[in-house]
């Protein structure tokens, strides 16, 4: 029983990596739709989340990098608030992650 423990907990470690990303993404939709104020898609397009925001630019065309996610919504850009004191470090994270795992074409 024991050794069956350790060995859960050994795989476990092993797979998280892709376990991660597949948390952080599914927290990144969230974040997208609901945890934000206000929500990404009140302002941008987005298939994946359903949404049709005219304000800021279709992010399925934009096909943004993780690093221009994260600085937009971390500093804000233009008319596009700062999330930074709204949205922790790990959500902007996963809303980034999120973006680019549904929008690149790439992996
Ligand atoms: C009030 C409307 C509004 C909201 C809410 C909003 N955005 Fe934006 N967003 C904009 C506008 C407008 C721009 C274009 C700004 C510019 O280029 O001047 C933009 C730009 C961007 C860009 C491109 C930045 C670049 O480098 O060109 C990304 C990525 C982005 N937004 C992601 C998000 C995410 C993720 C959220 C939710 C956490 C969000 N936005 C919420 C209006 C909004």
Known sequence: MRQTA????????SGVGALAHADTTELGKD????LSQPSCTVC???????SAG??????????????RVVNAVTQGVGV????EDSLSA????????YIVSVTSTQD
């Open 6 to 13: 350790v060995l859960v907990v050994a795989l476990g470690v």
């Open 90 to 97: 790990e959500q902007i994270q996963a809303v980034a992650d």
């Open 54 to 67: 005219v304000i800021g630019p279709d992010l399925d065309e934009l096909k943004p990098s993780r690093d």
């Open 31 to 34: 974040v997208f739709i609901k």
């Open 80 to 83: 596009m608030p700062a999330f």
């Open 44 to 50: 941008h397009t987005l298939a994946d989340a359903g």
